[in-house]
């Protein structure tokens, strides 16, 4: 069993920054690949960003290549995402979610993760 708890989140204006942590129970943290993923009132779950077991491989969206960072702290159980020049369109419930199966799924689809935490909001104003 995996707990995620995800803080961090806030109403922030266009350009700002912040960043999100997710604090994941267990002591086999470092074996599962990680992502981050977003869901706008009205709109599907869309992948946001992953990283593997070791953090040696990120992936990002289109959406926020550049200006938002995947990173992970194995020691701390903890992934992250550094979120910078936010934009009124990252509004949104931001989840992190975990892959305790075999780590073989697509990192960019949500039915790859089966463990997920509750969400945090995130709010940037124009």
């Known amino acids: 069993q995996v707990q995620l708890v995800e803080s961090g989140g806030g109403l922030v204006q266009a350009g700002d920054s912040l960043r999100l942590s997710c604090a994941a129970s267990g002591r086999t943290f470092s074996y599962y690949p990680m992502g981050w993923f977003r869901q706008a009132p009205g709109k599907e779950r869309e992948f946001v960003a992953a990283?593997?077991?070791?953090?040696?491989?990120?992936y990002h969206a289109d959406s926020v290549k550049g200006r938002f960072t995947i990173s992970r702290d194995n020691a701390k159980n903890t992934v992250y995402l550094q979120m910078n020049s936010l934009k009124p369109e990252d509004t949104a419930v931001y989840y992190c979610?975990?892959?305790?199966?075999?780590?073989?799924?697509?990192?960019?689809?949500?039915?790859?993760?089966?463990?997920w935490g509750q969400g945090t909001q995130v709010t940037v104003s124009s």
């Open positions: 990283i593997t077991r070791g953090g040696g491989t990120l």
């Open positions: 979610a975990a892959d305790s199966k075999d780590g073989k799924g697509s990192r960019f689809h949500p039915v790859s993760y089966d463990y």
